[in-house]
């Protein structure tokens, strides 16, 4: 994890308007973090020293089981906060929060902040608004698994999880998050090679045709 400073600190904080969010100077407490890949922004059942605010970047949630499985259950993009959980709940079990792509974030610590973020009117009524779409949201994505081909579902993942064009999440991982077989799984993998969407390299998947997968994705994306 990299803490930006001094011109480039203030840069991000400049365009990304973070001020507008809060009703008291936050610029006198805010981070600006830097997560690489597969870097674990929180570690699960570590309650977390910050609130974050995604600037840049794709992140991925994570839960294990009694029975020690860990199981990927949905995603973190930009504008999206981390960690308003555990600052709205004094006894939260965290989840685990990993970076997908390199990721930056507004960071502001619970240490000096916590109490003026819970009496801050207008920070409050967007924590809600994202609250209330990420509900909404939750919900939809269980609709979409009842609704959509695993076609149009397969795309959108690989939209949501690939990297500079390189898709590499494991297929168990993939059958467990969409809730379908591993054979049903892998047929439509195989058709997306076939028709030229996708190319393995080793163990990976490179992207060569992003704008069918955005066709098949559109619709769940758009929801």
């Known amino acids: ?46 309650r977390p020293l910050y609130l974050f605010y995604v600037i840049e970047g794709k992140a991925k949630i994570y839960v294990t089981h009694q029975n020690g499985k860990v199981s990927l259950i949905n995603f973190i993009n930009a504008n999206d906060y981390i960690g ?14 990993q970076a997908s792509t390199q990721t930056i974030c507004f960071a502001i610590p619970f240490h000096s902040c916590r109490v003026t973020l819970l009496e801050d009117v207008v920070f409050l009524r967007e924590l809600t608004k994202f609250l209330s779409m990420k509900a909404t949201n939750m919900a ?65 998947y490179r992207i060569k045709q992003q704008s069918s997968l955005y066709e098949l994705a559109e619709m769940l994306l758009n929801k």
């Open 140 to 204: 939809a994505k269980y609709s979409q698994s009842l609704s959509f081909p695993l076609e149009n579902r397969l795309a959108e993942f690989i939209l949501q999880t690939s990297d500079g064009g390189v898709y590499k999440e494991k297929h168990v991982t993939v059958c467990e998050f969409l809730g379908v077989s591993y054979r049903h799984l892998m047929h439509v993998v195989s058709q997306f090679s076939k028709k030229g969407y996708i190319q393995k390299e080793g163990r990976y």
């Open 84 to 97: 308003e959980m555990e600052l709205l709940n004094d006894v939260y079990y965290t989840k685990g929060i």
């Open 1 to 46: 994890m990299k803490i930006y400073k001094n011109e480039k600190k203030q840069r991000y904080i400049k365009d990304h308007s973070i001020n507008q969010l809060f009703s008291f100077p936050i610029e006198e407490f805010v981070e600006v973090h830097e997560y690489d890949r597969d870097e674990w922004i929180i570690q699960e059942g570590k």
